[in-house]
């Protein structure tokens, strides 16, 4: 027989994965938002300050005379998109594993339940 205490408790540390794991989801979210908004927004180049358009579109790729093909800085982008994808993995885990263990206590309380209202 399970003690009331110990469900209780366990449902609790449950709900505080799932929580953990939607924190974390959360921050790569934020970061795939940061992502897109230095993507797809444009950028000023250099100390001309002159206005470029966004990383996203093909205009001057070849141009090498360019200082706004001189200036995408796809290593800082790489980098925040690279970053995002522990924090997406862990948090999908975390968030995972906290709903199952809390369907599962749901489960065996009223497979318990059931049995003591059959025996």
């Excluded at 950028?43 to 790729?61: D, I, M, P, Q």
């Excluded at 070849?62 to 997406?88: I, K, Q, T, Y």
Aim: aromatic fraction near 10%.
């Amino acid at each position: 027989m399970r003690s009331l205490a110990y469900d209780i408790d366990f449902r609790a540390r449950a709900r505080r994965t799932q929580g953990w794991g939607l924190g974390l989801l959360a921050v790569s979210g934020l970061l795939w938002i940061w992502f897109a908004v230095l993507l797809f927004m444009p950028y000023k180049a250099g100390e001309s300050s002159r206005e470029c358009t966004s990383r996203f579109t093909s205009e001057s790729l070849h141009n090498s005379d360019s200082s706004c093909v001189a200036e995408r800085d796809w290593p800082e982008l790489m980098a925040l998109l690279g970053v995002s994808v522990p924090f997406a993995v862990v948090g999908a885990v975390l968030h995972t594993s906290g709903s199952v263990s809390h369907r599962m206590a749901e489960h065996l309380a009223e497979v318990t339940r059931l049995n003591e209202a059959k025996g």
